[in-house]
């Protein structure tokens, strides 16, 4: 199974290439604080079991350090190429936390994180704050969607209502037809800063669903996960860094889903 987009790729296979080519990469194996000699990078190309989500997704990792001896020219001979499907035939030894995560040069607006409803569930808890962060507050004719909102998030009103009452003592308006759409606006607004801010909050303050979030700590075996991030040509450690908190393009569709993505 492929992995990514052409453009992605083709920069994850360059890291990749580079980072072999020893003459080259002798100051990214120093961050890495790994000997260049027995050390090599391997191109991510498979899906990997996610145990969030149960299924095999995408991994936090495009590329991966491992162990072992390969003969300059034969490393030569491939281009300094090596991808997944090499271990085996080379011996290598995976090494842990070495995971890599990269960074289109001319991409601003990547995402850290989609989760739809159930692995948010399991992550942050409830259904009814991703639901919060997902209703419709712009427009008086979208209000009717919020309706849906719930459906889509595996909640109803009364469950909706019961999560955030003791917080918005007017929650129940929202879905109340009597109810002025002027009002709900604001009802729907508050309620929606609310929830986004909650988000952020969770993320910011709790270590292991920040590492879950960024790293895909707990969610993906060693070393699919990512310790480290190339963006723009510079290589660092991966920790967390600001973002935001939105719903994803497929809402309108019935797809719902929370993305973070860097502020």
């Not at 390969?70 to 991808?83: P, T, V």
């Not at 409830?126 to 962060?133: C, D, F, I, R, V």
């Not at 427009?139 to 459906?151: C, D, H, P, Q, S």
Request: hydrophobic share 35%.
């Amino acid at each position: 199974m492929n992995r990514g987009t052409k453009e992605g790729t083709i920069e994850e296979i360059e890291l990749v290439k580079l980072l072999n080519n020893k003459s080259q990469s002798a100051k990214f194996w120093q961050i890495l604080k790994l000997d260049k000699e027995n050390h090599f990078a391997v191109h991510v190309i498979k899906h990997q079991l996610a145990r969030v989500q149960g299924k095999m997704i995408k991994p936090k990792a495009d590329i991966y350090i491992a162990k072992g001896f390969i003969n300059n020219s034969d490393l030569e001979s491939r281009g300094y190429l090596l991808n997944e499907d090499d271990i085996e035939k080379y011996k290598l030894t995976k090494v842990e936390r070495t995971g890599i995560s990269v960074k289109m040069r001319d991409s601003k607006k990547y995402q850290i994180l989609k989760t739809g409803p159930e692995a948010f569930r399991k992550i942050f808890g409830s259904y009814e704050l991703g639901a919060a962060a997902s209703l419709y507050c712009l427009r008086k004719t979208e209000l009717k969607k919020n309706k849906a909102v719930l459906i889509g998030w595996k909640t109803n009103k009364k469950k909706f209502i019961d999560f955030y009452i003791k917080k918005f003592a007017d929650v129940s308006e929202l879905f109340d037809d009597a109810v002025k759409e002027d009002k709900k606006i604001v009802i729907a607004k508050k309620i929606k800063n609310n929830a986004t801010s909650s988000i952020y909050e969770i993320i910011s303050k709790d270590k292991k669903i920040a590492d879950y979030v960024f790293k895909g700590v707990g969610n993906f075996d060693e070393p699919f996960t990512a310790y480290w991030i190339f963006e723009a040509d510079k290589f660092r450690k991966l920790v967390p860094y600001d973002f935001r908190v939105t719903t994803g393009s497929g809402r309108s569709k019935g797809d719902f889903t929370i993305v973070i993505k860097p502020k």
